[in-house]
């Protein structure tokens, strides 16, 4: 499993950037079943997730998808949330039943609204920069407590209260989860940068490889090719892969 994990990451990145996501849950996924010590997995995860996620926003805001009126309260609050959730030690099972269900609720729903949207224009209502910043405290601890960037709970918010289009809600995702990546990283250096050097060295250096080339199709696909029901259909799905995958976990323990 482990001499495969670079080319893994490639698929990994590619698929999940085409929504605007960096691929911190199922990098994790990969990881802890390749033997490597637990305590740096989210280390990893965070790298590839910041790399995956910068090259994208760049991209996006490049093509005037960014809408920073959102994006900054999301931050403000996030980012400082983030990295205490990454310094935080808390038990998981209980946690991860409950990710699950809102997971597969939030994938549904959201599958079902790609179904049934009829119209040409999508309804947009942005809500007050304090329920954003609130909004921004509570999924940057939750990405800072698993190890991964966050948009994977931020995407299905804000198509489902319809806080953005869809297009523009890849992009804040990604920047999402690109600075709480950074935050969230420094949080689990503080408890697990030392063993470090317990990885196999073209691991540290293959997979961030991977996810630069994986990433970068993907984003070329999103920015340049899909329309904005497909980006909302490739959202719900990359949501229901993780959700069943969290099922899945539990119940194998």
Not at 11 to 30: D, E, H, N, Q
Not at 163 to 182: D, G, P, Q
């Amino acid at each position: 499993m482990l001499n495969i994990l670079p080319i893994l990451f490639i698929a990994v990145s590619c698929l999940y950037s085409m929504a605007g996501f960096g691929g911190g849950s199922t990098y994790i996924a990969l990881l802890a079943i390749s033997g490597l010590p637990l305590a740096i997995i989210p280390i990893i995860s965070l790298t590839c997730n910041l790399i995956v996620t910068s090259q994208g926003s760049i991209l996006l805001i490049k093509r005037g998808h960014a809408q920073w009126s959102i994006l900054l309260p999301l931050l403000i609050g996030s980012i400082p949330a983030a990295f205490l959730g990454g310094a935080w030690r808390l038990p998981q099972e209980a946690f991860l039943g409950i990710l699950a269900a809102a997971l597969t609720i939030a994938g549904l729903a959201m599958l079902a609204q790609n179904v049934l949207y009829k119209r040409k224009t999508e309804k947009v209502q942005q809500p007050k920069p304090i329920i954003l910043a609130g909004a921004g405290v509570a999924l940057g601890l939750l990405a800072g407590v698993t190890g991964i960037g966050g948009g994977i709970y931020l995407a299905p918010v804000m198509h489902l209260l319809g806080w953005a289009r869809a297009h523009t809600i890849a992009t804040c995702t990604s920047l999402f989860i690109a600075f709480n990546s950074v935050a969230g990283l420094l949080g689990q250096l503080t408890k697990g940068g030392q063993l470090l050097s317990e990885a196999p060295l073209w691991i540290l250096i293959g997979c961030p490889i991977a996810v630069i080339i994986g990433g970068r199709l993907g984003s070329y696909l999103l920015t340049n090719k899909l329309p904005q029901a497909r980006v909302r259909l490739i959202t719900a799905i990359v949501i229901l892969m993780v959700s069943v995958r969290l099922w899945l976990k539990l119940w194998v323990a």
